[in-house]
């Protein structure tokens, strides 16, 4: 049985992806802001949006994959650049899902939140790539 890749008429993931995409743009400025000002309110809220972001991760990881193999079979001439978006974007997800898991382990102070601060700003500018690249191949094909 093959899983349907839409939903509604519409396809599932550019519908998925915004979730964890706009979470994790808000998780660097939450710990800039825990490194500001140390209240605990922003580090915890950076927590949150990390986990949430990693598990709404994993349904557009599973969608895109799903879209990946629809390309493959298809011979479509988007495979390459979906094969970057692909790689970029499930980089991002293991780096916060590691860093979800570290940061809600370790004790909490001003040396991890920087830590924090510096690998979501990596992640971000890596997210963006991968943003970039889905939106070519999903955008590109309306230009006809």
Known sequence: MRWSRHFLGLPLHPMLV?????????????????LWHPASIWWELALAATAIGVVAGVF???T???????LSE?????????????????LVWC???????VA???ETGPGLILVCWLIDALA????LQGAFFGTKITYDGYRS
Do not use: Q
């Not at 895109?64 to 629809?70: A, D, P, T």
């Not at 780096?95 to 898991?101: G, S, T």
């Open 124 to 127: 971000c500018g890596l997210l």
């Open 104 to 106: 809600s382990l370790a």
């Open 64 to 70: 895109g994959l799903m879209e990946y193999i629809h």
């Open 60 to 62: 557009a990881l599973i």
């Open 95 to 101: 780096v916060m899902a590691v860093k979800w898991l």
């Open 18 to 34: 915004h979730f964890p995409l706009v979470l994790w743009l808000c998780v660097p400025v939450l710990d800039g802001l825990a």
């Open 74 to 90: 298809t011979g479509s001439n988007d495979v390459r650049l979906a094969a970057r978006h692909g790689v970029r974007t499930t």
